[in-house]
């Protein structure tokens, strides 16, 4: 296959999750779609490390997903703990900076 095709599939993807980013207000579906976004730019580094025929851009998206899995453990550890002290997950009605 061409690499067009996983680069306008990635696209689409990051797309959608800079959408959902912008237009949703749960904290969660927020979260998510940063999530879709950094795995549209994973399959970006996968497309053109096959298209180069070098490995170092796959080995790059091992890391990313690490820090990806890190980045999960602390979000909703985060997320809990606002859900817990102002019982709602909606991004607009969380200020935590008012008194």
């Not at 061409?2 to 797309?15: K, N």
């Not at 912008?22 to 999530?35: D, G, K, S």
């Not at 070098?54 to 997320?79: K, S, T």
């Amino acid at each position: 296959m061409p690499i067009e095709y996983y680069l306008i599939v990635a696209a689409i993807l990051f797309s959608i999750g800079v959408l959902g980013v912008l237009t949703r207000r749960n904290a969660i579906i927020v979260f998510l779609c940063i999530e879709l976004m950094l795995n549209a730019v994973n399959l970006t580094l996968v497309a053109f490390s096959n298209h180069v025929q070098n490995l170092d851009g796959q080995v790059f998206v091992f890391f990313v997903m690490i820090v990806a899995a890190a980045e999960v453990a602390v979000g909703l550890a985060l997320i809990v703990a606002i859900f817990r002290q102002k019982e709602t997950v909606y991004v607009d009605e969380i200020n935590l900076m008012k008194w």
